[in-house]
């Protein structure tokens, strides 16, 4: 009985120091035309402590020539393609997703081809005494040049351009 108590209380632990967000979308390596319209997904673990979202901000750094060291999103996150407030929510019907916010940005015209990191810094307040917390994660994506972006990835990312506010 003790020493379930322990694992409990070992899990609870664990949870606030894991990761509680993580981009769903785009996958990593994705190729996307700068200048064109994408949809990141934010998706938000279930966890057992409870926590409260407060911010997330999405940008986007590029590598430049040395691919293999891409910015640390801790101390860069480059062009800010998002700041505001974070609410996930299930999908309706709730299906296979965790609670998540689709965000449609734009890669900005003028944004150096190449590998970038797409980076998220996420402050949320956990557990009942309000602990602060900022996490980052990030993905890489190929950005690539505006000319050779095919008409038809327009259509593509207009599909999913929903942003979820809150629902009544
Ligand atoms: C968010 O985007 C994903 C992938 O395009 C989609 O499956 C999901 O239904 C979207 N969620 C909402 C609430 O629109
Ligand atoms: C960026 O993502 C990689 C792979 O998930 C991870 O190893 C790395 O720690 C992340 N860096 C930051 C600053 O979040
Ligand atoms: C991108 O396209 C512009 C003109 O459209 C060209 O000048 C530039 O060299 C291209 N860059 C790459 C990396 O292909
Ligand atoms: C991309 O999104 C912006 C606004 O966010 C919109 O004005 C523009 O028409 C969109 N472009 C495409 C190709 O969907």
Redo the contacts with the bound molecule.
């Keep these: 009985m003790k020493m379930k108590f322990q694992l409990i209380a070992l899990t609870l632990a664990s949870v606030v120091v894991a990761q509680s967000a993580q981009i769903g979308a785009p996958q990593q390596g994705s190729s996307i035309a700068a200048g064109s319209n994408f949809t990141v997904m934010i998706e938000k673990s279930n966890s057992l402590t409870s926590s409260q979202d407060v911010a997330i901000v999405i940008g986007l750094a590029p590598c430049g020539d040395a691919a293999l060291a891409c910015p640390?999103?801790?101390s860069k996150l480059g062009e800010i393609l998002y700041q505001g407030s974070f609410n996930p929510q299930y999908a309706t019907p709730p299906g296979a997703l965790p609670p998540h916010q689709n965000f449609s940005l734009q890669i900005p015209a003028s944004f150096a081809p190449g590998q970038a990191t797409l980076?998220v810094a996420h402050f949320s307040l956990i557990g009942a005494v309000m602990s602060p917390s900022l996490e980052?994660?990030?993905?890489t994506l190929v950005i690539t040049n505006v000319s050779s972006g095919t008409s038809g990835t327009s259509g593509n990312t207009r599909r999913s351009m929903r942003i979820l506010g809150n629902r009544a």
């Design positions: 640390d999103t801790r980076g980052t994660f990030n993905t």
